[in-house]
């Protein structure tokens, strides 16, 4: 099974500034089989990349991904109010379980 | 639109048994895979399986195997996750979302909207 560690836990920023959360696997995600998720309180998760670079339907452009192999890296260009949340992400690349990374905190400093 | 429907907050005792459900709508629902994630008050998500509704091929976490079961029918579009004791542990939100490559897996995309489980005495 492919363990995720995500870090920071908690990434403190404010509105403007550049957020660089990073996702490392156990062992290589084949293909770049790897996914990242937005949450927000009281509300289920959404799907902002996958295939480790591609953005979701409708997520806007200062949201990117990159990485291959064990690293990840999900980057927000200039945070908006509305991108304060927890960041978790997933590899799907393996046989199952497709292990979620425990998630990184992103607070408003 | 694809779209993934819950069924309400259960309140339930220990030992209980109980079955939560799914709805799909939208799309082919014998074609894609449909997984259920657990959130524990205040953690992170946790896989727990996957079940391909149109034949009910079904694959578990080592950490849920034997803890709960995913079913589905496909007469009416819906997945379930049952419990035949439920343990206060169990207390946590669950969603269910879909798999978006088919047969092949993938991403889960979209998410249903969450079922709450409360265990207490």
């Known amino acids: 099974e492919i363990v995720l560690t995500q870090s920071p836990g908690t990434l403190s920023l404010s509105p403007g500034e550049r957020a660089t959360l990073s996702c490392r696997a156990s062992?290589?995600?084949?293909?770049?089989?790897l996914a990242w998720y937005q949450q927000k309180p009281g509300q289920a998760p959404r799907l902002l990349i996958y295939?480790?670079?591609s953005r979701a339907t409708g997520i806007p452009d200062r949201f990117s991904g990159s990485g291959s192999g064990t690293d990840f890296t999900l980057t927000i260009s200039r945070l908006e109010p509305e991108d304060f949340a927890v960041y978790y992400c997933?590899?799907?690349?393996?046989?199952?379980?497709?292990?979620f990374g425990q998630g990184t905190k992103l607070e408003i400093k | 639109e694809v779209q993934l429907v819950q069924s309400g907050a259960e309140v339930k005792k220990p030992g209980e048994s109980l079955k939560i459900s799914c709805k799909g709508s939208?799309?082919?629902?014998?074609?894609?895979?449909i997984g259920w994630v657990r959130q524990m008050p205040g953690k992170g998500l946790e896989w727990m399986g996957i079940?391909?509704?149109?034949?009910?091929?079904?694959r578990y976490s080592p950490s849920f195997q034997g803890q709960v079961t995913i079913s589905a029918d496909k007469s009416i579009s819906t997945a379930y996750l049952q419990w035949s004791s439920l343990k206060a542990s169990d207390t946590a939100m669950y969603y269910c979302?879909?798999?978006?490559?088919?047969?092949?897996?993938?991403?889960?995309?979209?998410w249903g909207q969450g079922t709450l489980v409360t265990v207490s005495s």
């Open positions: 979302a879909r798999l978006a490559l088919g047969r092949t897996g993938g991403w889960f995309d979209p």
């Open positions: 997933q590899q799907y690349g393996s046989s199952p379980p497709h292990s």
């Open positions: 062992q290589s995600v084949s293909s770049s089989y």
């Open positions: 295939g480790a670079s």
């Open positions: 079940i391909y509704p149109g034949d009910s091929d079904t």
């Open positions: 939208g799309y082919s629902f014998t074609s894609y895979w």
